[in-house]
Each structure stands twice: as structure tokens, then as C-alpha cells.
């Protein structure tokens, strides 16, 4: 990387964090220790949920609450294809389908009318991805979901901190996820969390988190001893454990998670600032019912751009040491959805003409007013001297 170029992401490491972990390591206790309650306790406070259950990664999360839930062959679940690819890819490890339905044209999450209309007999759960941290609809297809007594799994991978109807992100379904890659608002370096108020749910994807062990021991072998429930397995499960310094850094990033938002709220505020008068783009949406968590900053070229024209864009802003990248090609017509499942183009018209004009600009807090006025000016040039501005 180029000592001068704004980068896409980047996470936001204080002392603190460095000083946690430090503990850790001076403690000698790397995995299943008081680190990871702490952190748990921290995330399922923010959600408004009686329990949180770390895990390896948000993706991890999700497949272990579907897997809790009993969803497998023969069953549906709706989601979105407009999203990380994670989403998708955990239904279809249970061997259940994935059941696409498209977007709200201003939201860009999935339309709740559309939701509603795609539950059949084999539906058994919506798991609704708050994209780009955009919670808009939770309430809505929370309503769905119970009517038709089916559960809704929140991903709110991108979305802590943020709220809708005055409810935090991850307390609308049976279950929410989040996720701490390093582009997210919270880091672990990788991990994530799942919340949720069922004690049940809570403690089998404790098990499952664990190799299936039973959550209840006594020498259990946690402190490195052996004296064989450790070895004891109730049920077949995963190893999706985060560890105690992974736990650690989540720590000192909640303790911090107000400042992080604001900064990240900040920078949001100035690219809207800097790019509201372009003619040729269209700025994210934020429903007034919703505090959003901003995750990305994803606009998109107006109705008319083709996926080249847009690409020719992302190219030239690289070229000038800015990163940027589409935000999100759409699931669906990836070649593994392709091949197993027999999408094509066409199938989710509105889920398709904004994928293919979306583009993330720089987004960590980090940028100075300056860097983003270099990249807001270099992508106003890119859209005129290459000819693409029809305003």
C-alpha cells in the first residue's frame, strides 16, 4: 500500500485495546475465559438481549443459530441478494434453500410486501440482513415472521449500534448476529456475537460453538486440566470459539463504541456534504424511524449507468491511490448460486440495477475533511472528463 493512499477501510486501535490484550497475555488464559464474558455481556446489553454467545466469525453465527433452529433439507429460508455473500452461504451449509426476494428501491433492504408474499409451507425462517448497517423493516418483517409463525434471524453483521422504531439492532428476531471484521464498526480482528433472549437457543449454540461439549461442566479441563467431561460431546458441533485476546480487543472497542459511531456518523455526514449536488449520484437513504450504524459509505451512479461505466469509475479512483469497490454484486448470480440453483439475470430487477452501480468510497475513522474532499472532487472529475455526467 502506498503510504499516501485513503484507503477503503481501516480499523480504529487505541491503547486500550493494546492494553487488554497485553492482560491476556500476561494471564496465560487464551481461550474461555472471563475476557469472553465480558465481551459477551457488553454486546448483549447494547442489543437489548438477555444473551450473548461469541463466536468465530458473524458467519459462524449465523450457521450455528440456523443449525440451533433444526433448519435443513427440504426447507426455505428468505433472504435478501443483495448482500455479503455470508448470508446465503449459511442457509445453504444446512442444505436448506435460500429464497431471494428483491428490494425496496430506497432502503435497499428486502421489500416486506415481497417478503411476505414468498412464505410458503417449506418457509422456515426469514433472515433479514440490515445492509450496509441500514436497519429499515426490521419492525415490519418482525410482524411478518410472527404472523406466519416463523422465526426471523436478524443479521445485523454491519448494523451495532444502530437502532430502528426506537429498538437496537439485533433484538428484533429470534436471534441477531454481528460481525467484527476489521472494516466493521467494532473489531476483534475476526469474531462475532450472537444475542438473543431464548435461554435455550443461547445455550445449545453455546454447545455448538464448542464441539458440542455440554455447557455445564465441572473440571472440565478449561484450565488445562483433563478430568473428562472436557472429552464429554452431547451433540455433534463446530469450533467457532473466539479467543480471549479476540475478546479483549471487542472489549476496549465497546467501551469505545459511542466515539467510534460519531466518528463514523461524522464521516458520513461530510461525504453527504460534498456530494449532495452531483447530479449523476444517488446518496444513501436513511429512514427518519432509523439511527443509522454506519457501516460503508455506498452510493451508487444514477439510473442509466451501466455495470462497465461504473467499473471505469472504481478503476480510475484506484488509479488515483483512493480505494474503492462495488458494494454488492448480487448473490444470486454468483456462479456457484448459478450452477446449484439455476438463477439467471432478470429474476430481481431492482436488487440487480443497484448492484451494478454501486460504489463504496473510503470509510474509517481515520479520514481528515481533507481526504475526503480529494476523494469527493477526484470522483466528481472521473464522472465528467470521462464523459459520464448527464445532468
Known amino acids: 500500500m502506498l503510504s499516501d493512499e485513503i484507503a477503503l477501510s481501516g480499523p480504529d486501535i487505541s491503547h486500550r485495546e493494546i492494553q487488554l490484550v497485553n492482560e491476556v497475555l500476561r494471564s496465560g488464559r487464551l481461550s474461555i475465559g472471563p475476557m469472553q464474558e465480558r465481551f459477551e455481556q457488553l454486546v448483549a446489553d447494547r442489543s437489548g438481549c438477555q444473551h450473548g454467545i461469541a463466536v468465530s466469525s458473524g458467519t459462524s453465527g449465523l450457521h450455528l443459530v440456523l443449525h440451533a433452529l433444526g433448519i435443513g433439507p427440504g426447507d426455505e429460508v428468505i433472504t435478501t441478494p443483495f448482500s455479503f455473500v455470508a448470508s446465503a452461504n449459511v442457509i445453504v451449509y444446512t442444505g436448506a434453500t435460500p429464497v431471494f426476494v428483491d428490494l425496496h428501491p430506497t432502503s435497499l433492504n428486502m421489500d416486506p410486501d415481497r417478503v411476505e408474499a414468498a412464505i410458503t409451507p417449506k418457509t422456515k425462517a426469514i433472515l433479514a440482513v440490515e445492509a450496509l448497517g441500514n436497519p429499515a423493516h426490521m419492525d415490519a418483517y418482525a410482524q411478518i415472521a410472527a404472523k406466519h409463525e416463523v422465526p426471523?434471524?436478524?443479521?445485523?453483521?454491519?448494523?451495532?449500534?444502530?437502532?430502528?422504531?426506537?429498538?437496537?439492532?439485533g433484538s428484533f428476531g429470534r436471534a441477531g448476529v454481528f460481525g467484527f471484521y476489521p472494516n466493521k464498526q467494532v473489531t476483534t480482528?475476526?469474531?462475532?456475537?450472537?444475542?438473543?433472549?431464548?435461554?435455550?437457543?443461547?445455550?445449545?449454540?453455546?454447545?455448538?460453538?464448542?464441539?458440542?461439549?455440554?455447557?455445564?461442566?465441572?473440571?472440565?479441563?478449561?484450565?488445562?486440566?483433563?478430568?473428562?467431561?472436557?472429552?464429554?460431546?452431547?451433540r455433534i458441533g463446530y469450533n467457532a470459539r473466539l479467543s480471549e485476546i479476540a475478546a479483549?480487543?471487542?472489549?476496549?472497542?465497546?467501551?469505545?463504541?459511542?466515539?467510534?459511531?460519531?466518528?463514523?456518523?461524522?464521516?458520513?455526514?461530510?461525504?453527504?456534504?460534498k456530494l449532495a449536488d452531483h447530479p449523476d449520484l444517488v446518496l444513501p437513504t436513511v429512514d427518519p424511524k432509523s439511527d443509522m450504524s454506519?457501516?460503508?459509505?455506498?452510493?451508487?451512479?444514477?439510473?442509466g449507468f451501466t455495470a462497465?461505466?461504473?467499473?471505469?469509475?472504481?478503476?480510475?479512483?484506484?488509479?488515483?491511490?483512493?480505494?474503492?469497490?462495488?458494494?454488492?454484486?448480487?448473490?444470486?448470480?454468483?456462479?456457484?448460486?448459478?450452477?446449484?440453483?439455476?438463477?439467471?439475470?432478470?429474476?430481481?430487477?431492482?436488487?440487480?440495477?443497484?448492484?451494478?452501480?454501486?460504489?463504496?468510497?473510503?470509510?474509517?475513522?481515520?479520514?481528515?475533511?481533507?481526504?475526503?474532499?480529494?476523494?469527493?472532487?477526484?470522483?466528481?472529475?472521473?464522472?465528467?472528463?470521462?464523459?459520464?455526467?448527464?445532468?
Open 152 to 169: 426471523l434471524i436478524e443479521d445485523s453483521c454491519e448494523a451495532l449500534g444502530g437502532s430502528h422504531a426506537g429498538r437496537p439492532c
Open 189 to 234: 480482528g475476526e469474531g462475532g456475537m450472537i444475542v438473543t433472549d431464548d435461554s435455550r437457543l443461547a445455550e445449545l449454540c453455546r454447545s455448538l460453538r464448542n464441539q458440542g461439549r455440554p455447557t455445564t461442566q465441572t473440571g472440565s479441563g478449561r484450565d488445562g486440566s483433563d478430568r473428562g467431561s472436557w472429552l464429554a460431546h452431547e
Open 248 to 273: 479483549a480487543i471487542g472489549i476496549g472497542q465497546m467501551e469505545r463504541l459511542d466515539e467510534l459511531l460519531m466518528r463514523r456518523k461524522m464521516v458520513a455526514e461530510l461525504y453527504f456534504e
Open 294 to 303: 454506519w457501516f460503508v459509505f455506498v452510493c451508487r451512479l444514477a439510473a
Open 308 to 391: 462497465e461505466e461504473r467499473d471505469r469509475v472504481i478503476k480510475g479512483l484506484r488509479n488515483h491511490d483512493i480505494g474503492s469497490a462495488p458494494y454488492f454484486p448480487c448473490i444470486h448470480l454468483q456462479p456457484p448460486y448459478r450452477e446449484m440453483f439455476g438463477f439467471r439475470e432478470g429474476l430481481f430487477p431492482i436488487a440487480e440495477s443497484v448492484s451494478q452501480r454501486t460504489l463504496a468510497l473510503p470509510f474509517h475513522t481515520g479520514l481528515s475533511e481533507r481526504e475526503i474532499d480529494l476523494v469527493a472532487q477526484t470522483l466528481g472529475l472521473m464522472l465528467t472528463r470521462q464523459g459520464f455526467s448527464r445532468g
